[in-house]
């Protein structure tokens, strides 16, 4: 399996920005379809966003979409989250997942083998 590794979170204040990055060790990197989850305290695991294999199709969730932006690197074997326009809502640990097949269920944390530990992101008022 792969190994999933988070990394660019941290405290930032509300209007401000922040680049996630999810560094795989597995090859090659373009085989797995890639998404970002989030966690915030006493919540479920909620969906982010999702990338297909060689980036040519993106969804975000409604609460980010026009905010936040998901990519790739395959050459680097990285996934990112560009996060702009930070809210406080958007404190939570992010997650990033991977998983090999298709599937229809993108947005269920269920369809995903594979996970980061996570990182903090905590937007302050």
């Known amino acids: 399996q792969v190994q999933l590794v988070e990394s660019g979170g941290g405290l930032v204040q509300a209007g401000g920005s922040l680049r996630l990055s999810c560094a795989a060790s597995?090859?090659?990197?373009?085989?797995?379809?890639m998404a970002w989850f989030r966690q915030a305290p006493g919540q479920e695991r909620e969906f982010v966003a999702y990338?297909?294999?060689?980036?040519?199709?993106?969804v975000h969730a409604d609460s980010v979409k026009g905010r936040f932006t998901i990519s790739r690197d395959n050459a680097k074997n990285t996934l990112y989250l560009q996060m702009n326009s930070l809210q406080t809502e958007d404190t939570a640990v992010y997650y990033c997942?991977?998983?090999?097949?298709?599937?229809?269920?993108?947005?269920?944390?269920?369809?995903?083998?594979?996970w980061g530990q996570g990182t903090q992101v905590t937007v302050s008022s």
């Open positions: 990338i297909t294999r060689i980036g040519a199709s993106t």
């Open positions: 597995d090859q090659p990197f373009s085989t797995y379809r």
């Open positions: 997942a991977a998983r090999m097949t298709a599937t229809f269920e993108i947005m269920s944390e269920k369809s995903y083998d594979c």
